[in-house]
């Protein structure tokens, strides 16, 4: 029988690498595209939207395949992507390093070596060097892929418990969640005090309801388009706005309860963040007249970029870095800024073509077919057909 090639869905590639643009925005701070990107317009921003559609992508890879007899094999290799996610993350973090040293030595701007949790690798290097390969030391903006390189560590106890039931491995994420952001547990940080930033057994969460969701839907079930929860999730999405656009911040909404559940916190992604991407993340699919928007070709630069996410952010992180330490040395006017964003997003829409052009010219050749008969004869092999009965093997 005859090989089906799967339709790639470009949606997902789509979101992804508008996440992608507007996390590389975010980390060049009071650039003028800044108050363009999403969390100015809700309570959540790319961080929350990349990482759900990451459990989306790690269902795909990995979770469809978590059965019976290759439960060990998917689990090393969602393993092995944990580590490459780990170098990459110490790359990203000495390349950082390396960045603002440059600038602060040329252009004599030893500030630089203070911004960004870089203090204390000038001040307790010996501790901190041991943080930074332990992730306990996390420089700003460079946090993302720690937190996920743990969260792929931890995706095979989910899956396991995802091949009885689902709502069960939603269920314990959801505990470890609460538990997390009521007693305030999470990997700690060194030398400094406290947890990550982003706390992996918070954020696991999202990453888990992302990988339950396209599960649910590959098995053959769907999401429930509910007028009720269409509106919902409108009208939280239209809450959200105002929230941040008026703004509401000083409202108590705590009700006694816990933070993790009334709160704001980045860190145990609090409720009213967690709801807010879940929120606009339903709508998109449900609704045919918001998904179709990300429906594009699989030659449009968006999913040519969000096919190569991992690459494209690591360099994007670098040149974010960069245009900081650059900015914070540099009298930089608004066409400055235009320029820099602009050169930073092109640069990485260069790198993911230039990634597909390279698969596509080291791309082994399929082999010639054996036939019953041999080898293929120079007919068969310059397109030509030659008549002939067929065997058995050929019928079957």
């Known amino acids: 029988?005859?090989?089906?090639?799967?339709?790639?869905?470009?949606?997902?590639?789509?979101?992804?690498?508008?996440?992608?643009?507007?996390?590389?925005?975010?980390?060049?701070?009071?650039?003028?595209?800044e108050g363009l990107t999403s969390k100015n317009f809700g309570f959540s921003d790319a961080a929350e939207a990349f990482v759900l559609i990451s459990g989306v992508?790690?269902?795909?890879?990995?979770?469809?395949?978590?059965?019976?007899?290759?439960?060990?094999?998917?689990?090393l290799k969602a393993w092995r992507?944990?580590?490459?996610?780990?170098?990459?993350?110490?790359?990203?973090?000495?390349?950082?390093?390396?960045?603002?040293?440059?600038?602060?030595?040329?252009?004599?701007?030893?500030?630089?070596?203070?911004?960004?949790?870089?203090?204390p690798v000038m001040?307790?290097?010996?501790?901190?060097?041991?943080?930074?390969?332990?992730?306990?030391?996390q420089l700003g903006y460079n946090n993302i892929l720690s937190m996920y390189a743990v969260v792929l560590v931890l995706l095979p106890a989910f899956l396991f418990i995802g091949r009885y039931s689902l709502g069960a491995m939603v269920a314990a994420s959801g505990a470890l969640w609460l538990a997390a952001g009521i007693f305030r547990i999470g990997p700690p940080n060194f030398p400094n005090e406290g947890v990550w930033f982003l706390n992996p057994l918070s954020w696991q969460f999202l990453f888990v309801i992302g990988v339950a969701?396209?599960?649910h839907v590959r098995r053959g079930g769907s999401l429930p388009v509910n007028p009720w929860l269409v509106g919902v999730s409108g009208f939280y999405l239209v809450l959200s706005l105002a929230w941040v656009k008026v703004p509401l911040w000083g409202?108590?909404?705590?009700?006694?309860?816990?933070?993790?559940?009334?709160?704001?916190?980045?860190?145990?992604?609090?409720?009213?963040?967690?709801?807010?991407?879940?929120?606009m993340a339903y709508l998109i699919a449900v609704l045919p007249q918001v998904s179709n928007l990300a429906r594009l070709s699989e030659a449009n630069p968006l999913t040519v970029m969000g096919r190569h996410a991992l690459p494209v952010f690591v360099v994007g992180t670098i040149l974010s870095m960069f245009a900081q330490a650059?900015?914070?040395?540099?009298?930089?006017?608004?066409?400055?800024?235009?320029?820099?964003?602009?050169?930073?997003?092109?640069?990485?829409?260069?790198?993911?073509?230039?990634?597909?052009?390279?698969?596509?010219?080291t791309r082994k050749p399929k082999p010639l077919p054996v036939t019953p008969y041999g080898p293929p004869l120079p007919a068969e092999r310059s397109g030509m057909t030659t008549p002939r009965i067929k065997g058995k093997a050929e019928i079957a």
Request: neutral net charge.
């Open 1 to 33: 029988m005859p090989m089906t090639k799967t339709i790639r869905d470009t949606r997902i590639d789509v979101i992804r690498a508008v996440a992608l643009i507007t996390i590389f925005i975010n980390h060049v701070p009071n650039n003028p595209f």
């Open 57 to 75: 992508s790690a269902a795909l890879a990995y979770g469809l395949k978590f059965g019976a007899g290759s439960a060990l094999p998917t689990t």
């Open 81 to 119: 992507r944990a580590g490459v996610l780990y170098i990459a993350q110490l790359g990203t973090t000495m390349a950082t390093l390396g960045i603002f040293a440059f600038f602060a030595l040329h252009f004599s701007s030893p500030a630089l070596l203070e911004k960004i949790n870089i203090g």
């Open 123 to 137: 001040e307790q290097t010996a501790e901190s060097l041991v943080g930074l390969v332990t992730f306990g030391h």
């Open 213 to 215: 969701g396209m599960m």
């Open 251 to 279: 409202i108590d909404t705590s009700m006694g309860l816990p933070q993790v559940i009334t709160g704001f916190d980045k860190t145990y992604l609090s409720g009213p963040r967690l709801l807010h991407v879940l929120s």
């Open 326 to 361: 650059f900015r914070l040395t540099h009298e930089v006017s608004l066409f400055g800024d235009v320029t820099i964003i602009t050169i930073g997003i092109g640069a990485q829409f260069a790198l993911a073509y230039y990634i597909e052009w390279y698969r596509t010219i």
